[in-house]
């Protein structure tokens, strides 16, 4: 069965630091999201991306963010600056949405750190 | 309540026995989704009901759906210890295509 990936599992990095996040959707969806998950808490949606632009973000997806779909098959979130506050697992999901299939299918999280 | 509440937070059962976790929202929805989170793993998607669809299966899961009352069930038949982990509904809002809103979670604990 196809299904999302996310690398790295795992990312520490020093405050202020720049970090990518890579994901690979699954390959014949079109709509793609990054949610986040601060330990203990909910999962929060922070950006939603089609025909590469984005659709809509929250706001917590500030200045400090950008996603970007660099070939046919990966799916980037960028935080340029990172903060402590930024420590959090990071969902990639991806959607057909064709009529009867819109359910979001989550990658497994990359665990970030920031120090 | 806030879009996508589950309740309860926790809940301890015995392997066997049937678990019944419940999710309120507030405002109006195309679907509701069931994630399934093992502890600080990913969110693995179980089933999604329609706004207009009133019952679903899968397997030992079954969902029900309530617009009258904001309210969803998901019921976990003869558990098994493997089914211990978090359980989350989320909400994807009417005339709204992207984001899904998710609640808290209930902590799903099978007791051997």
């Known amino acids: 069965e196809p299904e999302v990936t996310q690398t790295p599992s795992h990312q520490v990095t020093q405050m202020g630091q720049e970090v990518i996040l890579r994901c690979v959707p699954i390959?014949?969806?079109?709509?793609f999201y990054w949610y986040r998950q601060i330990l203990g808490q909910k999962v929060e949606f922070l950006v939603s991306?089609?025909?590469?632009?984005?659709?809509?973000k929250s706001e917590i997806f500030d200045d400090q963010f950008s996603v970007e779909r660099p070939d046919g098959s990966n799916f980037t979130l960028k935080i340029r600056s990172t903060k402590l506050e930024d420590s959090a697992m990071y969902f990639c999901a991806s959607s057909s949405r064709v009529a009867g299939q819109e359910t979001q299918y989550f990658g497994p999280g990359t665990r970030l750190l920031v120090l | 309540s806030q879009q996508g509440e589950e309740d309860p937070q926790a809940l301890s059962i015995q392997e066997g026995e049937n678990a019944t976790m419940n999710c309120s929202y507030k405002t109006s929805i195309n679907n509701l989704q069931w994630y399934r989170q093992n502890s600080g793993r990913g969110l693995v998607h179980l089933i999604l009901?329609?706004?207009?669809?009133r019952e679903k299966h899968s397997g030992r899961l079954r969902v029900t759906l309530d617009t009258s009352k904001k309210s969803s069930s998901l019921l976990i038949t003869a558990s098994r210890a493997a089914d211990t982990a978090s359980y989350f509904c989320a909400t994807k809002l009417k005339n709204r295509d992207d984001k899904i809103i998710f609640g808290k979670g209930t902590r799903l604990h099978i007791l051997p």
């Open positions: 009901i329609r706004s207009n669809e």
């Open positions: 390959s014949n969806h079109l709509y």
């Open positions: 991306f089609y025909n590469n632009e984005i659709s809509e």
